[in-house]
């Protein structure tokens, strides 16, 4: 079984930066698709990043540039270093498993195992 908990969220300026913290337990990350969710009320949950198990990366284009995704393999996290911050990351940000090699697919639906989320605010 899989278990993740986020850390790091909070309140920033606009054009500042957050890093988030994802602790894994009960399975390697190097062994893992992973991604970082968000969801704003009223609005659908969307991937921010993913990570396959080799280390591969992916972002779509709104945080491409500005936010990086990367795995410790010895401490088995997963982090999100987010930059230049706009208020439209304001959400609820997840972190996300599953037990796959390869190519991660990046659909929501994809992911079976889900933290309970830390909030991103940023104020303009």
């Known amino acids: 079984q899989v278990q993740l908990v986020e850390s790091g969220g909070g309140s920033v300026q606009a054009g500042g930066s957050l890093r988030l913290s994802c602790a894994v337990s009960?399975?390697?990350?190097?062994?893992?698709?992973m991604g970082w969710f968000r969801q704003a009320p009223g609005k659908e949950r969307e991937g921010v990043a993913v990570?396959?198990?080799?280390?591969?990366?992916s972002y779509p284009d709104p945080v491409k540039g500005r936010f990086t995704i990367s795995k410790d393999n010895a401490k088995n996290i997963l982090e999100l270093q987010m930059d230049s911050l706009k208020p439209e990351d304001t959400a609820m940000y997840y972190c996300?498993?599953?037990?796959?090699?390869?190519?991660?697919?990046?659909?929501?639906?994809?992911?079976?195992?889900w933290g309970q989320g830390t909030q991103v605010t940023i104020s303009s």
């Open positions: 009960g399975f390697p990350v190097s062994r893992l698709c």
């Open positions: 996300a498993a599953e037990v796959w090699t390869g190519v991660c697919p990046r659909a929501t639906s994809f992911f079976g195992y």
């Open positions: 990570i396959d198990s080799d280390g591969s990366t």
